[in-house]
């Protein structure tokens, strides 16, 4: 039985895919790797049917058309043969250990009425010289290596939030409710993090670095030269992630859940204003008046809320004062972890 998917949509990762899926393939059968190769033009296709030919029995490829990372997520929901499913990029890394570790966890929840619907883990930045420069880890919100639900945890502090990297769904949870993400964009792993949430009932923890994500590179999504770039998709993606749930439906969840569901929307909100912000044009300021007038169009009561809360109070600064905060905290995080 295949207890754990590892979907990875891999375009051009030609220089990539090999170390990352050997990472992987010693955990054992019970972990299903699902290459998908979005329409590459390099060596990913051949270097992906390769190691298929040499990892028969947990290594799978699909080889299909570009449709961008969300696509390649959507394929690992419709094809995972394990009950549960993580997306991993391919210039990142697993940690083979915690892996084993992982198995081992959800070996423990494979039958119906010990699964979990959301397994959490720890993980760390690397960065392209270096392994492992800044850990993020959830034990001050979850019980280790046990079954929470939202009541049973801690509340989420203000400044811990999910990532991709640390979350994997059971599968048919997300087959159940037919979720499915938008093609050719960036940036849609946060309405993945997002837009599931309220169908979570049981929380797993898993105290281990699993994932391993790497920053510094110039071309990842991410750096501050494409997000820049692609400042038009990054503020579609946090409008269309605000835009699913209403208040009155968030006000009706565990007290846990809704307050780190608009903490995690006002920590959004923040980020792309930072991004208008550090643009510095009439273009970008209009960008997020017509993402606010959006929100307001979708929820008037959510809009509102979204207002007070406390990051409010940092994005309605006056416009020098606001980038004189970001770029204090930019330094600071680039001293930290060397993040952008």
Known sequence: MKLLTLVIPS?????????????????????????????????????????????PENVRVIHQENGGHGEGLNQGIRCAEGIYLKSVDADDRIDTESLKTMVALLREHAEPGTWADLVVNDYVYDHTDRENVFQVRYNHVFHKNRVDTWETCRRFPIWKQF???????????????????????FYEDNLYIYQPLPWVQRILYLPCPLYGYTIGQENQSVSQKNILRRMDQNTRMVTRMICTWK?????????????????????????????????????SREMNRAMWEEIRAFDPELCRRLRRYPSAAIITLPGPAFRRLV??????????????
């Open 247 to 283: 208040w009155d439906e968030i006000s009706r969840l565990p007290r846990n859940l809704r307050g780190y569901m608009v903490s995690f929307l006002s920590g959004q909100i923040l980020a792309v204003t930072v991004l208008h912000e550090s643009a510095n044009n009439e273009e």
């Open 163 to 185: 990532m991709i990297h640390s979350l994997c769904y059971r599968v048919a949870l997300l087959r159940e409710h037919g979720y499915e993400l938008p093609k050719h964009t």
């Open 11 to 55: 375009y051009n990762a030609e220089a990539f895919l090999r170390r990352c899926v050997e990472r992987m393939t010693p955990a054992g059968p019970e972990v299903d790797i699902l290459i998908v190769d979005d329409g590459s033009t390099d060596g990913t296709p051949a270097i992906a049917d390769a190691l298929a030919a040499e990892h």
């Open 327 to 340: 770029f204090r905290i930019s330094r600071m995080a680039q001293k930290q972890i060397g993040f952008t």
